[in-house]
């Protein structure tokens, strides 16, 4: 299937390691020009190399943080003046802390909304004009399996993923004229530095081990294991892709058939 993306510029934010390094990747391997961002301007130019290093695309490393929105404003306006455009925008961010509701203090909350629901609109503000401008554009958000089915422990997470959740469903009809897509990806849990921490929280709760906990989830999922970050990211690169054009407001998830509801 050819994708059509090759030669169009994507921004994918907090693209330093795990998912959001796995996806540039794969929009690297079909062609495309990146801007990647994250926190750490070490492991965010060792992944740009290493993109650089396999691939032919031009890759803009902005370090930021993505709860910062002077800093997403500055994300996005990088992006915009080096290529001109933003074709595909892949909106990611880091995991929230875990724990129950009373161990989260406001500050907490402002900053997990800040940086998974804030940047997000800060980003999508960024992109949406030049993208009806050229009435073409795919804005794809990485939620969680836990708008679905919450995930206990994960108060945080579960509620600000919903909230954009809202707001992709939403905005997918308001921009659908203009041949915009708007659709979200949900991880089950997949191989990342994230999950081995979940992991390791969870045993020193419970007084276990980091495996047994991840044995726990693989015995959740039907497929039986945990996914691959580039599992995640074929169908990240699915709905940035000109195939899916008629795929909008969606909410898809790459689980391994945890989610166990019908719809
Ligand atoms: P990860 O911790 O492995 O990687 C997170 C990335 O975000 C890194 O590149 C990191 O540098 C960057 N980052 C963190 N905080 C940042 C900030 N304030 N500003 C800019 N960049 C920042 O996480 P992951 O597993 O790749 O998860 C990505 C997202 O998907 C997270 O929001 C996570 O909660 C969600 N998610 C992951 C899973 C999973 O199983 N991996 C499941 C459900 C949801």
Not at 7 to 20: D, F, M, T
Not at 226 to 254: C, D, H, K, N, Q
């Amino acid at each position: 299937m050819d994708l059509g993306l090759s030669g169009k510029i994507a921004l994918v934010a907090a693209a330093s390691r795990g998912l959001g390094r796995a996806v540039a990747e794969e929009l690297a391997r079909e062609g495309m020009h990146l801007v990647i961002c994250a926190r750490g301007a070490d492991a965010l130019h060792e992944t740009a190399q290493a993109i650089r290093g396999r691939t032919a695309a031009t890759v803009i490393e902005v370090t930021a943080d993505l709860s910062d929105s002077a800093d997403v404003a500055r994300v996005a306006e990088t992006a915009l003046s080096t290529f001109g455009r933003i074709d595909v925008l892949v909106t990611n961010g880091g995991g929230p802390p875990a724990g129950p509701f009373e161990s989260h203090s406001d500050a907490a909350w402002d900053v997990a909304i800040r940086q998974n629901l804030h940047s997000v609109i800060g980003l999508t503000r960024a992109v949406l004009p030049g993208m009806k401008e050229r009435r073409w554009g795919r804005i794809i958000n990485v939620t969680s399996i836990a708008v679905k089915q919450p995930v206990d422990n994960l108060i945080l997470s579960n509620s600000v993923r919903a909230a954009v959740t809202g707001f992709a469903r939403t905005l997918a009809n308001e921009v659908a004229p203009f041949n915009i897509t708007v659709n979200n990806v949900m991880p089950g849990y997949t191989r990342t530095q994230r999950v081995e921490d979940l992991a390791t929280h969870n045993a020193s709760l419970r007084g276990t081990s980091t495996d047994a906990e991840r044995g726990v989830w693989e015995r959740q999922i039907p497929m039986g294991r945990l996914g691959e970050p580039a599992e995640f990211a074929a169908m990240v690169a699915f709905l940035a892709s000109e195939r899916a054009s008629y795929t909008t407001g969606a909410s898809i998830p790459v689980d391994g058939g945890w989610i166990r509801g019908l719809l």
